[in-house]
């Protein structure tokens, strides 16, 4: 892993300028991608050209062995075609340059051998050349697969950027997944209303048989103003019942989070995944309050994760 990470490091140095070439001669033209190669490099182009249509660019994987076959017609004018190799030399795309070249389209090379037959025919090739595979013998095709995703990964996400691609595209283009549902929904929209209010100065017993009755991991500690002052979850009750004996004299205030983390209800579904899940230790349920601390409800990490949250 590390051989690979530092062959893709190399990479990272050498396609400075050759990356924004790329994608300043893709943008310039008016029709789709086209990604081909074959072997591993032909799995790594049906990869890419997924990611790069699920990110606002409009790509096809063509087989370059089908492509004789009467697949190149998939080629219009105005199109680009990424073609990826190790060695550069590879027949099967040497022998689909002349169907290709029938059309106007533009050539990338995401290619292992910046000198090679293949290289002298691209109008712009992003180096992926490896010093050596990071398996002993050094013939599997590892770093050099690794090396090439990578390039085919900052390719997309250059032209992300160059077409002003947002998070709100990318859930229209996501509908279905839970990444796009988390970028589309908002927090409003999934919070629980019908939560447990309770004050400092209640008795815990009370709050637990409250809890008990709406189980939703947590009750809300409300000033008079239903401004939010503390939190109790089901981790504060146990804890509760492991360092006393008797929970009978134990006040809402002894017990409870002070100043718990918050989401917006205008927040996205997304935002709040980040609150909850990005720190040490992940939280479960989270206290959803305006822009004047008032509690509006409760937002459980089951409830962002539940299939059903999809439906509009």
Not at 103 to 114: K, R, S, T
Not at 156 to 181: E, P, Y
Not at 221 to 246: I, M
Not at 279 to 296: E, F, M, N, T
Request: overall charge negative; hydrophobic content about 45%.
């Amino acid at each position: 892993m590390e051989s690979e990470a530092q062959a893709i490091l190399l990479a990272s140095q050498r396609i400075e300028a050759a990356l924004p070439a790329a994608v300043q001669l893709i943008c310039s033209r008016p029709g789709k991608l086209v990604l081909t190669g074959i072997g591993k490099s032909g799995h790594l182009a049906r990869h890419l050209a997924a990611t790069l249509q699920s990110t606002g660019s409009p790509a096809v994987f063509l087989h370059p062995t089908e492509a004789s076959h009467g697949d190149a017609g998939v080629c219009q004018a105005g199109d680009t075609v990424v073609l990826i190799s190790k060695s550069g030399s590879t027949s099967e795309l040497l022998q689909l340059l002349p169907a290709l070249r029938r059309f106007d389209v533009a050539l990338v090379g995401i290619l292992g051998n910046v000198n090679s037959p293949l290289a002298r025919q691209m109008n712009v090739v992003l180096d992926a050349t490896v010093a050596r595979e990071s398996d002993p013998e050094g013939f599997m095709p590892s770093a050099s697969s690794a090396v090439a995703l990578a390039i085919g990964h900052a390719l997309a996400v250059a032209l992300m950027q160059a077409r002003g691609f947002t998070a709100k595209d990318f859930a229209h283009l996501h509908a279905g997944g839970q990444l796009g549902r988390s970028l589309r929904l908002r927090v409003e929209e999934v919070m629980h209303s019908d939560f447990v209010r309770v004050r400092p100065e209640d008795s815990l017993k009370d709050v637990v048989i409250a809890m008990s009755r709406r189980p939703l991991g947590a009750a809300c500690v409300l000033r008079p103003d239903g401004a939010l002052t503390g939190l109790v979850t089901d981790g504060d009750v146990r804890r509760a019942f492991e360092a006393h004996d008797d929970i009978r004299e134990l006040q809402v205030a002894q017990v409870m989070t002070k100043l718990p983390l918050t989401i917006a209800p205008s927040a996205l579904l997304n935002e709040a995944l980040l609150v909850m899940e990005d720190r040490p230790s992940q939280i479960s349920v989270l206290p959803v309050v305006d822009g004047a601390g008032k509690c509006l409800g409760l937002l459980r990490l089951h409830d962002i994760y539940r299939p059903s949250v999809a439906e509009d």
